[in-house]
């Protein structure tokens, strides 16, 4: 029994981060479906434990480290075998996590380039084929009767709103993100990543416009939230 409340624990604690930094998700929630309400934080927690491993800090070792038990993990996945307390949620859904494991190093490759602020469009060809597997993860999970729709958008946005130390957004980031926010954000693919892109894209709209990394007003979650679910 122990045991058992240890993983509710760290599933919780995994989860609970996630939350922390998207507080706007308690409304927007509302539009995506019940029943996939908790895989969809589950996935979405693991994609930013990715992200935050493989760009942030100063020292890329111990995140490369981290990424590659994380291919190790997935493989497992793909095998029935789960270590890590997202699994409990994720593992058994039908998803290519074989196929994850492998593309899972560009988020590694293209670290330097990123901290650097490189442009975004010369970042997407290396990062595509992971997009393409996310997607094809987010349409098992979720949108099963949809095409999957690959874009780099929301890796590139986590670094964007996440990976640096100011409070403020530097001019360079400002004008980083937008870029970035350049094109508006995809009518296509899951419900749950149409809602969260388009959170997304709020957020980056904050950075570019004002200097303002932070949740966007419950309001505007609301209303960004809803017309990205109804598309």
Do not use: N, Y
């Not at 994850?100 to 010369?122: G, I, K």
């Not at 780099?152 to 870029?179: I, N, P, T, Y």
């Amino acid at each position: 029994m122990s045991d058992l409340s240890d993983i509710d624990t760290a599933l919780d604690e995994f989860l609970g981060k996630w939350r922390g930094r998207w507080p706007e998700w308690r409304i927007a929630q509302a539009f995506v479906p019940e029943s996939q309400r908790g895989s969809v934080e589950a996935w979405f927690a693991l994609l930013q434990e990715w992200t935050d491993a493989a760009w942030a800090g100063d020292d890329p070792t111990p995140g490369f480290a981290k990424l590659t038990w994380w291919q190790e993990e997935l493989l497992g996945w793909s095998k029935g075998v789960r270590r890590h307390p997202l699994g409990i949620v994720l593992q058994k859904q039908p998803a290519p996590w074989a196929a994850l494991a492998t593309a899972l190093p560009a988020l590694h490759a293209v670290r330097e380039p990123l901290r650097a602020w490189a442009a975004p469009r010369t970042l997407v060809a290396s990062l595509q084929p992971l997009a393409v597997v996310i997607a094809d993860c987010e349409r098992a999970l979720f949108a099963p009767e949809t095409a999957p729709v690959a874009d780099a958008f929301a890796l590139l946005a986590a670094h964007a709103l996440w990976h640096r130390d100011e409070v403020a957004a530097s001019a360079q980031v400002r004008a980083w993100a937008e870029q970035l926010v350049s094109t508006p954000p995809q009518r296509a693919g899951s419900c749950p990543r149409r809602v969260h892109d388009a959170l997304s894209h709020a957020r980056l709209r904050r950075v570019a416009r004002r200097g303002e990394v932070s949740a966007v007003s419950p309001m505007t979650a609301l209303w960004r939230s809803w017309r990205a679910a109804r598309d």
